[in-house]
């Protein structure tokens, strides 16, 4: 097993240190609001924000996992924020072929009858915990958002099409919860 540090965001920054080193770009600009498109273009964006602009940001993600009929991976730092969107999640999850639900539940079994292509996994006591991860994928691999719980309502991440750095990402979760995710 690998060592972990204490922060997720951190083991996958120590992996591949230029990235961390990029300037974040202000995702509150109201000025400026991406799509999708645009930050799959960018290929990676640091940022510092809150939550409107990462729910923003997850909706993007989503709709493309449901217009296409890809996997969708998600994280929840709380049961409580996945009951915000289970309503949603429902109907993601009938039309979508693979779904990986993570979150520090203490109930994985959170869903009442999650079709057979979800899967609920409990983080709870790992570094997975605070994070808000939604990843898809298209024709030339993965792309999401990778953002850590700071406190204060605010998150620090990126958003990737790497496909390098998201599949770590993905392995690091594979490790820790010993599931086998493969978007």
Same mark, same amino acid.
């Given at each position: 097993?690998?060592?972990?540090?204490?922060?997720?965001?951190?083991? #996958?920054?120590?992996?591949?240190?230029?990235?961390?080193?990029?300037?974040?770009?202000?995702?509150?600009?109201?000025?400026?609001?991406?799509?999708?498109?645009?930050?799959?273009?960018?290929?990676?964006?640091?940022?510092?924000?809150?939550?409107?602009?990462?729910?923003?940001?997850?909706?993007?993600?989503?709709?493309?996992?449901?217009?296409?009929?890809?996997?969708?991976?998600?994280?929840?730092?709380?049961?409580?924020?996945?009951?915000?969107?289970?309503?949603?999640?429902?109907?993601?999850?009938?039309?979508?072929?693979?779904?990986?639900?993570?979150?520090?539940?203490?109930?994985?079994?959170?869903?009442?009858?999650?079709?057979?292509?979800?899967?609920?996994?409990?983080?709870?006591?790992?570094?997975?915990?605070?994070?808000? #991860?939604?990843?898809?994928?298209?024709?030339?691999?993965?792309?999401?958002?990778?953002?850590?719980?700071?406190?204060?309502?605010?998150?620090?991440?990126?958003?990737?099409?790497?496909?390098?750095?998201?599949?770590?990402? #993905?392995?690091?979760?594979?490790?820790?919860?010993? #599931?086998?995710?493969?978007?």
């Amino acid at each position: 097993m690998n060592e972990h540090f204490v922060s997720f965001i951190d083991d #996958i920054w120590n992996k591949f240190p230029t990235f961390v080193e990029i300037k974040n770009t202000d995702l509150t600009n109201h000025n400026i609001l991406w799509t999708l498109e645009e930050y799959r273009k960018a290929n990676y964006v640091n940022f510092r924000t809150g939550k409107k602009e990462l729910y923003r940001l997850s909706i993007l993600l989503e709709n493309y996992a449901v217009k296409h009929n890809t996997p969708l991976l998600a994280t929840f730092e709380t049961e409580a924020r996945y009951k915000y969107v289970e309503e949603r999640y429902r109907e993601i999850l009938d039309k979508i072929s693979k779904a990986w639900i993570i979150g520090n539940f203490n109930n994985p079994d959170l869903a009442p009858h999650p079709p057979p292509s979800a899967e609920v996994v409990s983080c709870d006591g790992t570094n997975i915990s605070p994070m808000w #991860i939604v990843v898809t994928k298209d024709d030339n691999g993965p792309f999401g958002l990778v953002a850590e719980d700071i406190g204060d309502h605010e998150y620090r991440g990126f958003f990737t099409s790497n496909s390098d750095i998201l599949t770590k990402v #993905i392995e690091d979760i594979n490790e820790q919860l010993k #599931i086998k995710i493969t978007i």
